[in-house]
C-alpha cells in the first residue's frame, strides 16, 4: 500500500489518455451491463404478463396450423371452464407500406369479459365492444404509438384475408405492454361473405379461463384427449408456459447478444493492453533508472501492474454505475413498457451485474497490464539505458 501514491502519480502524469481510457472501459462496461439485463427483463415481463389460470389450445402441427370453430364450443363445455374465445389472426395494416405495426385479432365480444377478466377493460367499454358490429378494442400500448384515442375510426388493410376493415375504437386494454387490437370475429365474417369469400370456420388458438387453479391440469389432458386423432389434434399450455416458449424462439437473439457481449470484452482487453503498453514504453528509461536505484523486478512488475488493473477497475466501476442508473432512469420514466423504448424499463442492473461488470473490469486490467509490465521488469538495466542515453 505505501507505493499507491507513486501508482496513483503514474496515473495522473497523462490525465487526459488515462481519462479517455478509463472513459472507454466505462462505456464497454455498461454495455456489457445493460445488456446482460436482458434475460432477467425478458423474465420478469413473463411473469408480468402471463397468468397460471388461463390456458391456450393450438394445433399440435405449430402455431401457424388453424383449428376447427366446432372446438371452441367443445371447449366451452367442458367441466371446470368458465369460460373460452378464439383469436384469429387478422394481419391487417394501418399503413401498407409499413405492414403490420401491432398484433390484431377476430374474437368473441361476450367472451372476452371473463377470459380476460384481470386486464381491467373498463365495463361501458366492453358494453360498447359488444354493441357494435365494428367496435375495436386497443391496447394502450398501440394507443399511444399510432396516436389514436377512443372514439377514432380508422381502416385497416388485409394482408392475409382479402378484406379491409373500418373499425371504431371504443375502449382501451390500460396496460401499457398491451399491443393488441381487438374486434367482432362476426364482423371480419360477414366481410368475407360479403367479398363472395369463405366463411370463417376456423379459428387461430382457443383462451380458456379457469378459475381452479388445480383444475388445470387435469383439464390440459381432457381438452387434449378429446381432439387426440382428430383432423386437427391440439395443445394446451398454461398462458404462462405458451409466452415462455414464444420467448425461447428469441434464444438465437440472446444469443448473439451474448456474442457481442464478448466481443465488446475483447474490444476492452486491447484497449487497456494499447494504454498500458504506450505508458510503459514512455517511462522505459525511468524503470530502468528505478531498478539502477534498486527496485526489484518485482516490484517494477507490481507497480506497473496494479497501475494497469486500477485504471481498468475505475474505468468498469464508472460503467457499472452508468448502467445502473440509465437502467434505474428508464424505469422510473416508463414504468415498465414504453412505445418508444419498447420493453428497457424493465430491465433492472441488479447487484450481481455490477459485480460481474466491475470484475471484468478488474480481469480486464490484469490481462491488459500483465505483458507489459513483466517485459518492463525483465529487461536488462544497462541495455534500457543504453537504448534511451
Known amino acids: 500500500m505505501k507505493f499507491l501514491p507513486l501508482i496513483w502519480a503514474n496515473l495522473a502524469r497523462n490525465k487526459l489518455r488515462s481519462a479517455l481510457t478509463a472513459g472507454a472501459i466505462a462505456l464497454a462496461v455498461a454495455l456489457v451491463c445493460l445488456l446482460l439485463t436482458m434475460p432477467g427483463g425478458l423474465d420478469r415481463i413473463l411473469n408480468e404478463l402471463a397468468s397460471n389460470t388461463r390456458l391456450v389450445v393450438l394445433n399440435k402441427a405449430g402455431l401457424v396450423y388453424p383449428l376447427p370453430y366446432s372446438y371452441l364450443q367443445k371447449v366451452r363445455a367442458m367441466p ?11 394481419g391487417g395494416a394501418f399503413r ?5 405495426e401491432f398484433p390484431n385479432f377476430a374474437v368473441e365480444p361476450d367472451a372476452v369479459a371473463v377470459v380476460w377478466e384481470d386486464w381491467g377493460i373498463a365495463p361501458a367499454q ?22 389514436w384515442k377512443i372514439g377514432d375510426r380508422i381502416t ?9 376493415l373500418e373499425f371504431q375504437i371504443v375502449g382501451e386494454i390500460p396496460d401499457a405492454q398491451a399491443p393488441h387490437l381487438w374486434f367482432q370475429r362476426e364482423y371480419l365474417d360477414q366481410a368475407l361473405r360479403a367479398a363472395g369469400r369463405r366463411s370463417l370456420d376456423f379459428l387461430g388458438t382457443i383462451w380458456v379461463r379457469v378459475d381452479d387453479p388445480d383444475q388445470v391440469s387435469p383439464l390440459m389432458a381432457q381438452i387434449d384427449g378429446t381432439f387426440r386423432n382428430s383432423e386437427a389434434e391440439t395443445v394446451t399450455e398454461t398462458e404462462k408456459s405458451y409466452f415462455a416458449n414464444f420467448f425461447g424462439m428469441l434464444e438465437g437473439f440472446v444469443t448473439v447478444i451474448l456474442i457481442v457481449t464478448g466481443l465488446v470484452a475483447l474490444c476492452i482487453v486491447f484497449i487497456a493492453a494499447n494504454t498500458a503498453s ?11 533508472v528505478l531498478k539502477a536505484l534498486g527496485f526489484s523486478r518485482r516490484l517494477v512488475f507490481t507497480t506497473l501492474f496494479a497501475e494497469a488493473t486500477l485504471l481498468s477497475t475505475l474505468g468498469g466501476v464508472l460503467g457499472a454505475l452508468a448502467a445502473l442508473g440509465i437502467t434505474a432512469f428508464l424505469h422510473e420514466s416508463v414504468s415498465g413498457w414504453s412505445p418508444a423504448l419498447g420493453p428497457l424499463g424493465s430491465f433492472v442492473v441488479t447487484n450481481t451485474i455490477l459485480v460481474q461488470g466491475v470484475f471484468l473490469a478488474f480481469f480486464v486490467g490484469m490481462l491488459a497490464g500483465v505483458v507489459p509490465s513483466f517485459g518492463a521488469a525483465r529487461r536488462p538495466v ?5 537504448e534511451v542515453f
Open 278 to 288: 504506450m505508458a510503459v514504453r514512455e517511462r522505459m528509461g525511468e524503470i530502468a
Open 96 to 100: 401498407i407500406e409499413k405492414g403490420v
Open 80 to 90: 371446470g371452464v368458465v369460460d373460452a374465445a378464439s383469436w384469429t389472426w387478422y
Open 156 to 164: 385497416l388493410r388485409g394482408t392475409i384475408f382479402p378484406v379491409d
Open 126 to 147: 366492453l358494453d360498447a365492444f359488444r354493441r357494435y358490429r365494428d367496435a375495436a378494442i386497443v391496447g394502450r400500448g398501440t394507443l399511444e404509438k399510432q396516436g
Open 382 to 386: 544497462a541495455q534500457t539505458l543504453r
